[in-house]
């Protein structure tokens, strides 16, 4: 639906109430920020309207009457009708009595009509309809919350529920005693995040199922009565690390956001996260896999236990950041690659849970980006910035010429570049790159992610220029890391 309609993003997707969803309301992310109402069933647009220059970030259907739509966004609160096929603007309608916020942030109509409008400065307020169907300001709730207010709820007992981004909170009022404090709340935990999006699946009071989806890509599940669990937890901000156990049905996942977490691939749970100072952009689990190692932009690595994310030991790799980190096949030396176009070479002691340096490995002319080690646990490849495939030695710290190293087998092959993936390069399209690459244990699978979100899974080692591919595209956008589970 919409296939070549939009400019850009679609932002907004809600549907009109009184004909039972038969139309769907669409914004347009581009400059313009197109409204387009589409009869979805018979895929055609019923009509379109430029809203404003400026950003808009809500929009919905007045449940009473599907020509009646709202829009709000930066420094805007829009009323539309829909007459003769047209979207006419309500310019009477609308209009705030001191300063407009900086931005209307959330927006819901109540069962009498009324629209009620969370703002940027942490206001609620109510707007009513007059005998001329012109909005205006009935009551203000200022400061209901510090800063934004990001989400709004009715429940089925006339509560309001309101959510704050900044503050953590969860505020219900009281409707019918014109919108007074029901004396009910709960402020989220810090790890968590602020309160996005609030959703009630049955029409209860206080006591109802409550679904909040959190800043922090968290979705809980309770009410205001009893505690909140968490039903999906993730990152929120790019995920850049990913490594699975040796042995284990379990992975690690660290990103930008500085959240380390461990994860059951058959139960799909969280078993613990852990927060760190820095982003994490590589980790990398002990052969033993007792351990795992985090690589931070700090240049410092961090060794946690595998089963409890209690922190073992750490140590001050590089001024600049860790790119990627890998651990010898006999667990006895960890190389790390970092910003400063250096592999740190470090032994290893106590299965992972000491770690003294041996040396640095210098000659590459950008920073490094991939590496793995070969099954001697002597020799290592990298792929580096320019996609340059450089082998070195281990053991005596140097280069190492590609002619010697032609017939290594390796260990592992996340490096993008190289005779055994050269093949996954010839079937991508312009201007599109392989950002990552994973063998799988067996070592008679690869699979590469690329810059366009696309994974290509083929048979190891993929040399041909027309080698068979399944291709799948999972992200919208780069797919930055990819690894096989064990087994």
Same mark, same amino acid.
């Given at each position: 639906?919409?296939?070549?309609?939009?400019?850009? %993003?679609?932002?907004?997707?809600?549907?009109?109430?009184?004909?039972?969803?038969?139309?769907?309301?669409?914004?347009?992310?581009?400059?313009?920020?197109?409204?387009?109402?589409?009869?979805?069933?018979?895929?055609?647009?019923?009509?379109?309207?430029?809203?404003?220059?400026?950003?808009?970030?809500?929009?919905?259907?007045?449940?009473?009457?599907?020509?009646?739509?709202?829009? %709000?966004?930066?420094?805007?609160?829009?009323?539309?009708?829909?007459?003769?096929?047209?979207?006419?603007?309500?310019?009477?309608?609308?209009?705030?009595?001191?300063?407009?916020?900086?931005?209307?942030?959330?927006?819901?109509?109540?069962?009498?009509?009324?629209?009620?409008?969370?703002?940027?400065?942490?206001?609620?307020?109510?707007?009513?309809?007059?005998?001329?169907?012109?909005?205006?300001?009935?009551?203000?709730?200022? +400061?209901?919350?510090?800063?934004?207010?990001?989400?709004?709820?009715?429940?089925?007992?006339?509560?309001?529920?309101?959510?704050?981004?900044?503050?953590?909170?969860?505020?219900?009022?009281?409707? *019918?005693?014109?919108?007074?404090?029901?004396?009910?709340?709960?402020?989220?935990?810090?790890?968590?995040?602020?309160? +996005?999006?609030?959703?009630?699946?049955?029409?209860?009071?206080?006591?109802?199922?409550?679904?909040?989806?959190?800043?922090?890509?968290?979705?809980?599940?309770?009410?205001?009565?009893?505690?909140?669990?968490?039903?999906?937890?993730?990152?929120?901000?790019? &995920?850049?690390?990913?490594?699975?156990?040796?042995?284990?049905?379990?992975?690690?996942?660290?990103?930008?956001?500085?959240?380390?977490?461990?994860?059951?691939?058959?139960?799909?749970?969280? *078993?613990?996260?852990?927060?760190?100072?820095?982003?994490?952009?590589?980790?990398?689990?002990?052969?033993?896999?007792?351990?795992?190692?985090?690589?931070?932009?700090?240049?410092?690595?961090?060794?946690?236990?595998?089963?409890?994310?209690?922190?073992?030991?750490?140590?001050?790799?590089?001024?600049?950041?860790?790119?990627?980190? +890998?651990?010898?096949?006999?667990? %006895?030396?960890?190389?790390?690659?970092?910003?400063?176009?250096?592999?740190?070479?470090?032994?290893?002691?106590?299965?992972?849970?000491?770690?003294?340096?041996?040396?640095?490995?210098?000659?590459?002319?950008?920073?490094?980006?991939?590496?793995?080690?070969?099954?001697?646990?002597?020799?290592?490849?990298?792929?580096?910035?320019?996609?340059? *495939?450089?082998?070195?030695?281990?053991?005596?710290?140097?280069?190492?010429?590609?002619?010697?190293?032609?017939?290594?087998?390796?260990?592992?092959?996340?490096?993008?570049?190289?005779?055994?993936?050269?093949?996954?390069?010839? %079937? &991508?399209?312009?201007?599109?790159?392989?950002?990552?690459?994973?063998?799988?244990?067996?070592?008679?699978?690869?699979?590469?992610?690329?810059?366009?979100?696309?994974?290509?899974?083929?048979?190891?080692?993929?040399?041909?220029?027309?080698?068979?591919?399944?291709?799948? +595209?999972?992200?919208?956008?780069?797919?930055?890391?990819?690894?096989?589970?064990?087994?």
């Amino acid at each position: 639906l919409g296939m070549g309609d939009f400019h850009a %993003a679609v932002v907004i997707v809600t549907f009109s109430h009184v004909n039972n969803g038969a139309w769907l309301l669409a914004l347009d992310g581009g400059e313009n920020h197109g409204l387009a109402l589409w009869d979805w069933e018979r895929e055609s647009i019923v009509c379109t309207s430029k809203t404003s220059l400026e950003t808009v970030v809500c929009a919905t259907f007045n449940p009473k009457d599907d020509c009646s739509i709202v829009s %709000a966004g930066k420094q805007h609160l829009n009323f539309w009708k829909l007459i003769n096929g047209k979207l006419l603007k309500d310019k009477k309608s609308g209009h705030f009595i001191d300063e407009v916020p900086h931005y209307i942030t959330c927006l819901l109509f109540n069962s009498k009509g009324e629209l009620i409008t969370g703002d940027s400065s942490g206001n609620i307020i109510i707007w009513t309809m007059d005998e001329r169907e012109i909005y205006f300001i009935k009551h203000t709730i200022l +400061r209901a919350h510090e800063k934004s207010v990001f989400a709004l709820c009715l429940l089925g007992d006339e509560t309001l529920l309101s959510g704050g981004g900044l503050d953590r909170r969860i505020i219900a009022w009281d409707v *019918l005693q014109g919108y007074r404090s029901a004396k009910a709340g709960r402020q989220l935990p810090e790890s968590i995040g602020g309160v +996005r999006m609030l959703a009630t699946a049955s029409g209860g009071g206080l006591d109802g199922q409550l679904f909040v989806g959190t800043t922090k890509n968290c979705i809980l599940e309770g009410n205001l009565q009893q505690k909140f669990s968490s039903i999906v937890q993730g990152h929120f901000e790019e &995920l850049w690390a990913v490594a699975c156990h040796p042995n284990e049905e379990l992975f690690v996942s660290a990103g930008f956001d500085a959240q380390v977490c461990m994860w059951n691939s058959s139960t799909h749970k969280l *078993l613990w996260k852990v927060s760190s100072e820095k982003p994490c952009l590589t980790c990398a689990f002990h052969p033993s896999g007792s351990v795992v190692g985090i690589g931070h932009s700090s240049g410092r690595f961090v060794v946690l236990n595998t089963y409890s994310g209690l922190h073992v030991t750490s140590f001050h790799v590089s001024n600049q950041q860790v790119d990627v980190a +890998r651990i010898s096949p006999d667990g %006895a030396t960890l190389a790390v690659g970092c910003h400063d176009r250096n592999i740190h070479v470090y032994d290893i002691q106590d299965s992972g849970l000491s770690y003294k340096k041996i040396g640095t490995i210098s000659g590459h002319n950008s920073f490094i980006m991939q590496m793995d080690w070969d099954d001697s646990s002597r020799y290592l490849q990298t792929v580096s910035g320019n996609y340059n *495939l450089s082998f070195w030695s281990a053991t005596s710290l140097g280069v190492l010429p590609s002619i010697e190293a032609r017939d290594f087998d390796w260990y592992s092959h996340i490096c993008v570049v190289g005779f055994h993936v050269a093949g996954a390069w010839s %079937a &991508l399209g312009q201007d599109t790159e392989i950002n990552t690459c994973a063998r799988s244990q067996q070592r008679h699978l690869v699979a590469t992610g690329d810059s366009r979100g696309t994974m290509r899974l083929m048979q190891y080692p993929a040399s041909h220029n027309k080698c068979f591919s399944w291709d799948q +595209r999972i992200c919208s956008r780069g797919v930055t890391s990819l690894e096989f589970l064990a087994g």
